[in-house]
């Protein structure tokens, strides 16, 4: 693997007033992947995105962007990285066209009409460029953060919570341009509540509680290792235990003995999927055996969502 | 040093002042003009000359220093105030700039406009009063001085103040005040001796004595002491805002 582009290490970070928001954070950011960073309200995703960005000063630790130290280095490290903050902000009086070609120059491009055109234009924000930001709405606000973000050519790009208050239509809209940007090389790294999000956007998801890191993982083997499936089945009448006769499958009891619950892996895929299923048609058949009957059956597949809800739980 | 960020905040500055034209010129330019109505005409004309000098021709380098410091401090706090209010000084910070390049767009900008204010007053009062400026490129070297020392310091109270009310707390409660006693006005000499010895502590009378001097020839202080004084000025201010920096003083948790 090459060196990742970002690499984060021994983080603290405790505000004034004592609170540890970073507790020793190691993390490696990968040239080119999208990483989603999930966790609950107050996790420290933004304090963490603050410090990267030179927006926070750490307690104690590094980060090194692209080779650069962002502190002894901040010109080099800042100048690759655009960065989408949380809350709504902006010079409410200046035009959208003025406010992303100020961007451009404070991170010391020289102007680009063409670039800029490019940018507001993917960000369907061309027709409003003579607009002033008071007279846009929120999701507009949000794509000329974005816009503003972009408008210096970043390696690197912090979307923390780009989503939040954006409609469903718009979010797809926004995953897209997303998703554009990767293929153009540029490193993505978003923070969202939106488990959804993650799964359809992310490489690697990381997952931080209470200023820790949890667990950081490919997306694909965190389904894999993490995913399970159950076959639940509504039974006519409840039953005080699993009978003897379907001893042999791990069989769970639920909802007041009502439901008998079937909890298998999903991710075994091909010749083990067919397995998998001719398990259940002899589950099936032996339940009708055993004389039981069953009004109704489904099953489910733990999301990340089930997922992030048990790691952090378990903290 | 990279040249397109310091341009980007300069322009961005100006023309937020082009936006609010009427506050930031209209405005002064008529409170000035109210002053040489009142104390020129209306009540000057029954005041002796000092030093030789109309009234109404005595007063005009203090009222342009009156508004010089006041307009200085008022514009460079509010330009970096407004940003930390608004949430957008994310971006100045995340940024690849040095903060002498954010100090330079920021009191650059506001030093500007100071001193194309303090001319446009000088102007204005040349239609109330007969003007003459016996040393003009001292009194530019005055101008431009005193306009980046005091948007120097505006800047230092923009990213002190956490409230609109800190932001006017100090030009209204230490700037003001140090201008009318400063001399703006009249000279110390005609102070009774106590209180002229209290006057000498007041930095403010260094520079209207000294702007005073471009004009007339006459002063209260040495032009040496004046020049030491805004120097001085210049330094502390520069002291402090790079100590803001490397702290990151309320900018940076
Ligand atoms: N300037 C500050 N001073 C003191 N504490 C702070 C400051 N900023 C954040 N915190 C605290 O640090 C913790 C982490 O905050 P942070 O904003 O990083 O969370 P987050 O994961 O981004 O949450 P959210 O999902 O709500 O955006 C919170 O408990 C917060 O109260
Ligand atoms: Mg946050």
């Known amino acids: 693997m090459s060196e990742p582009i970002i690499r984060v290490s021994a983080l603290n970070k405790i505000y004034e007033g004592g609170f540890q928001a970073l507790k020793q954070i190691d993390l490696d950011i990968q040239r080119g992947e999208i990483f989603a960073l999930l966790g609950p309200n107050g996790a420290g995703k933004t304090t963490l995105i603050s410090v990267i960005c030179g927006l926070v000063n750490a307690t104690s630790g590094q980060v090194v962007v692209d080779g650069f130290d ?65 007279t846009l709405s929120g999701g507009m606000k949000r794509r000329v953060l974005i816009a503003k973000a972009l408008s210096h050519e970043p390696r690197i790009l912090f979307l923390d919570e780009p989503t939040a208050g954006v409609d469903v239509g718009l979010r797809r809209e926004m995953w897209d341009v997303v998703r554009q940007l990767r293929e153009s090389g540029v490193t993505i790294i978003l923070t969202t509540h939106y488990i959804e999000e993650a799964e359809e956007m992310a490489d690697r998801i990381g997952v931080i509680n209470n200023g820790e890191i949890v667990l950081v993982e490919d997306k694909a083997a965190l389904m894999r290792k993490l995913g399970s499936k159950q076959l639940a089945l509504h039974l006519h009448e409840p039953l005080d235990s699993v009978p003897l006769a379907l001893a042999a499958y791990d069989l769970q009891l ?45 099953t489910r597949q733990s999301s990340l969502e089930d997922i992030f809800v048990d790691l952090v739980k378990e903290r | ?156 109270i923009g990213i002190w103040a956490d409230g609109f009310d800190k932001l006017q707390l100090v030009p209204l ?62 330094g502390v201010c520069l002291a402090l805002i790079s100590w803001i920096f490397r702290t990151g003083y309320r900018l940076k948790p």
């Open chain 1, 70 to 134: 962002n502190q002894a280095d901040y010109r080099e490290a800042r100048s690759r990285i655009g960065l989408v903050p949380q809350e709504l902000t902006n010079e409410a009086f200046e035009t959208v066209w003025n406010t992303v070609n100020f961007s451009r120059g404070l991170f010391g491009k020289p102007p680009d009409p063409e670039h800029i055109e490019r940018v507001l234009k993917s960000l369907t924000l061309w027709d409003k460029r003579h607009n002033r930001l008071i």
């Open chain 1, 254 to 298: 639920a909802a007041n003995g009502s439901e008998l619950i079937y909890t298998y892996d999903a991710s075994r895929t091909g010749g083990a999927e067919g397995q998998e299923s001719s398990t259940i048609s002899a589950l099936l058949a032996d339940v009708e055996a055993a004389g039981l009957v069953f009004k109704d059956l489904h």
């Open chain 2, 1 to 156: 040093m990279n040249l397109y960020p310091v341009r980007a905040i300069y322009m961005a500055e100006l023309s937020r002042t082009r936006r609010t034209l009427l506050q930031s010129i209209v405005s002064p330019v008529i409170s000035t003009s109210l002053y040489f109505v009142v104390f020129g005409a209306a009540i000057g004309s029954r005041i002796s000359e000092i030093d030789g000098i109309s009234y109404g021709a005595f007063i005009v380098p203090g009222l342009i220093m009156l508004m010089l410091l006041t307009q200085s401090v008022s514009n460079a706090s509010f330009g970096i105030f407004f940003p930390k209010f608004s949430g957008s000084v994310y971006e100045l910070l995340s940024a690849p700039i040095s903060y002498l390049e954010i100090v330079i767009g920021y009191v650059g900008a506001a030093a500007t406009k100071s001193v194309v204010l303090g001319l446009i007053i000088l102007a204005t009062a040349g239609f109330f009063v007969p003007l003459e400026i016996a040393h003009p490129l001292w009194m530019m070297t005055f101008l431009v001085l005193t306009a980046i020392t005091f948007s120097l310091l505006g800047f230092i």
């Open chain 2, 173 to 234: 409660l230490v700037i003001t005040p140090l201008t009318f006693l400063g001399g703006s006005f009249y000279s110390i000499d005609m102070l009774p001796p106590f209180w002229q010895g209290v006057t000498l502590f007041n930095p403010v009378l260094y520079l209207i004595s000294g702007f005073r001097w471009s004009f007339y020839g006459t002063s209260d202080v040495s032009l040496a002491a004046s020049v030491a004084m805004i120097l001085l000025f210049l």
